[in-house]
């Protein structure tokens, strides 16, 4: 069997709604479930650095904090952009066009070096000026400086692999996502502990390591993933790595039209949230600390409805190359439900054991009062937060993407990031005032892209090629 392809919707259509609604959450599920196991491993990954970290101290820790923030903005795009390619390979896929797959993924391929390449220099040559001239606390400039351009090198690999991962996933096969991700994570222990702490001989680079491990990490994925996608009979047919050719306009040009806008869509929702991280890093260490534990947790739950989001993209791309609308707002429609679902736990496991998971980063008292109040808030935007990425994910599907990235821009930076910041200094409220702002964006997010989806759902014309 070459290709492992979801129950199809046209089917389950004459199928009465509860075993149609069954049908459509297995089928979700069954793909969404080893992506958001991927998406956990990833976020995994900053867990791992943050509780390393915090074991060498107060300044380690947020030099990794501001560092992986620092890092997750400038990475917001390139990775928002490629997240175009699920829902476009689920398009040609479900359209019959299973042999255009592999030259659009190979020309995706340029598109990711080339968007890795920008941030590797800015990190390398850039992040000590701009963490200077932002305003960071000068104990915590060296060491963030030392772990961004740590990172700097495995990025071309971190391309590669977000390329084939993709592909992948828009053929309906996720869980490389899952065996890649884990594999990671001993991977980043173990090069974490060589790296950061110095031991078997090598260099104590302390928080410096962390990035640098990142990128072994990278490296350890990418090869895995090709030799997956070389040996597995699910590949064969579709010539992946038979060449690479040279960057082609109309291919690329496809790509942007409806990758740039979604990227530009992860990259102002990502951004709201490193900006905070990097105001806080105005208020010292210890507010850095508290705000990167309850930060990091909010960051572990969210890879739940995000993995959901991107099966839900790719869902509704099949839908979209079969030609079925109907199909189109019901998968859409079970996802949200889904996520909304899960975000109904994670708000339960902040507002009833905030000191529990604080006490999961650090033991340092000061730190874990103030994140447990931060932990609280978060539990207030996460039902906002899971109708959001949800709905994302159903417009990347049906290619909408430059409203909805007009629709966050709004939300997050005329909305949220006022308000927190108004109510942080001017209020005085300080963190909190910061994590109100951002509730009151999400909110105003999840609003919009909902109401979007909607509108834009019932007429297939104005769904972009």
Do not use: K
Not at 151 to 159: I, M, Y
Request: glycine share 12%; proline share 6%.
């Amino acid at each position: 069997m070459n290709r492992a392809t979801p129950p199809p919707l046209l089917a389950s259509a004459r199928l009465p709604a509860s075993r149609r609604l069954s049908v459509e959450a297995t089928a979700t599920a069954r793909l969404a479930g080893p992506i958001v196991g991927g998406q956990l491993a990833v976020t995994g990954l900053n867990f791992i650095d943050t509780v390393m970290a915090g074991r060498l101290g107060a300044e380690a820790l947020g030099a990794v904090a501001v560092g992986a923030s620092v890092f997750a903005t400038l990475s917001f795009l390139p990775f928002g952009t490629l997240l175009a390619v699920p829902p476009l390979v689920a398009a040609l896929d479900g359209g019959g066009r299973r042999g255009e797959v592999a030259p659009f993924a190979r020309q995706a391929l340029w598109v990711g070096w080339g968007m890795a390449a920008a941030v590797a220099v800015a990190l390398a040559f850039a992040a000590r000026p701009a963490l200077v001239a932002i305003g960071i606390h000068p104990d915590l400039v060296p060491t963030t400086v030392g772990y961004l351009r740590g990172l700097a090198w495995g990025l071309p690999f971190w391309a590669l692999y977000l390329v084939l991962r993709f592909t992948s996933e828009g053929l309906g096969a996720s869980r490389p996502a899952l065996y890649f991700g884990l594999l990671g994570l001993p991977v980043d222990v173990l090069a974490n502990w060589l790296l950061m702490y110095g031991e078997w001989g090598f260099p104590r680079l302390g928080a410096a390591g962390a990035g640098h491990a990142t990128s072994v990490v990278w490296v350890a994925q990418t090869l895995a993933m090709l030799l997956y996608v070389a040996r597995h009979p699910r590949y064969r047919g579709l010539g992946l790595l038979d060449r690479l050719e040279r960057p082609g306009r109309a291919a690329i040009r496809r790509l942007l039209r409806v990758g740039l806008p979604a990227g530009g869509m992860i990259f102002v929702e990502g951004s709201i949230f490193s900006a905070a991280a990097l105001v806080m890093g105005t208020l010292g260490p210890t507010t850095v600390a508290a705000h990167q534990v309850a930060i990091n947790f909010a960051a572990l739950t969210f890879m739940v409805p995000l993995g959901l989001s991107m099966a839900i993209s790719v869902r509704v791309g099949q839908a979209v190359g079969r030609g079925d609308p109907r199909a189109v707002r019901f998968a859409a429609g079970v996802g949200m439900a889904m996520a909304l679902a899960c975000q109904v736990v994670s708000a339960a496991v902040m507002a009833f054991a905030p000191r529990s998971v604080a006490g999961l980063y650090t033991d340092d008292a000061q730190v874990i009062a103030l994140a447990v109040e931060l932990l609280l808030l978060a539990a207030l935007f996460q039902l906002s937060d899971g109708v959001q990425a949800s709905a994302a994910g159903a417009l990347r599907g049906i290619r909408d993407t430059r409203v909805p990235m007009a629709i966050v821009v709004v939300a997050y930076w005329l909305v949220g990031f006022p308000l927190g910041y108004a109510l942080a200094f001017a209020g005085g409220l300080g963190a909190r005032g910061l994590w109100i702002g951002l509730i009151a964006g999400l909110t105003v997010a999840a609003a919009l892209l909902a109401a979007r989806f909607h509108r834009v759902s019932a007429r297939p014309e104005r769904w972009a090629e």
